[in-house]
């Protein structure tokens, strides 16, 4: 069996919403200290929606974790931000057709971006919002040594 799934390789090769939005309302960035990738996600937000109107990526990392953001991208564009909020890495690698377990990481990274640039927006829009949904995240736990 190939090591990627076809669709890790489509989103690796030709990966939707790359770039930055100048004028982004919320921006995150997350990196993994063992294996040194960063991932920076912009959204644009429809502030009397809530709906994330536009959302980009720039990944300086592995294959896996620009598949795992050009799919993140793609799962909470056009949906609302209580929505963004729930998508956890392993959703982003099942709609990837799985991802090896010692890439798993690489997933990681799409979700704490995510809520990064959410927590990013709401901070400066000084929205309240429960802090126990933003937890620090724990380099250890998705290093390369995890198995
Ligand atoms: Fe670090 Fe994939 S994000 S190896």
């Known amino acids: 069996m190939a090591l990627y799934s076809d669709k890790v390789m489509d989103h690796f090769t030709n990966p939707r919403n790359v770039g930055i939005i100048e004028d982004a309302d919320g921006i995150g960035e997350v990196g993994n200290a063992v294996c040194g990738d960063i991932m920076k996600i912009y959204l644009k937000i429809d502030k009397e929606s ?10 300086f990392g592995c294959g896996s974790a620009i598949a795992s953001s050009s799919m993140a991208t793609e ?13 956890t890495n392993k959703a ?9 377990a010692h ?9 704490e971006a995510i809520r990064a640039a959410i927590k990013d927006y709401y901070d ?3 929205i309240e919002y429960d ?15 995890e198995e």
């Open 50 to 59: 809530g709906i994330i109107s536009d959302v980009k990526f720039k990944t």
């Open 75 to 87: 799962m909470i564009k056009g949906k609302p931000l209580s929505q963004a909020l729930e998508l």
């Open 92 to 100: 982003v690698a099942e709609a990837l057709d799985g991802l090896p």
């Open 103 to 111: 890439k798993m990481h690489c997933s990681v990274l799409a979700e």
């Open 124 to 126: 400066k829009n000084g």
């Open 131 to 145: 802090r126990s949904k933003f937890p620090e995240p724990h380099e250890e736990e998705h290093g390369e040594t």
